[in-house]
């Protein structure tokens, strides 16, 4: 992710990118360098049922990464937080859908029926 690569890059840290296993190359489903028992940050910019993100930290703790905490910019508020909980991943957002939308129905950028519309699209899914 670019976002990742930039932060890495400022903060002066390595990147680790999870991946597939591939059956040619060097098979490893961990990109980067990293030493077993070294501490790895999954960083996205969404989170909804935390899929993509159980598989990212089953990865890297395969591969002796110790992983307890997830970065997000924005939570969508749909089971992702407890998901990870139950793998034992703190969650850290930077913003979640509700401050959002309750932002921009307060600056007037979205309606009151737009901001029902989305809360009811939200808590049936």
Known sequence: SPIVGIMCWKAGLPMVSPRSAKTHGTGA??????????????????????DSKLEAAATLRAAGLTVTTCVVLVDRLQGGREKLAEVNVHLKSLFDVDGLLHSYLKSGHLSQAMYDEIREYIANN
């Open 29 to 50: 489903t961990v990109e980067g360098v990293f030493r077993p028992g070294q501490r790895a940050v999954i960083v996205d910019d969404l989170l909804t049922k935390a």
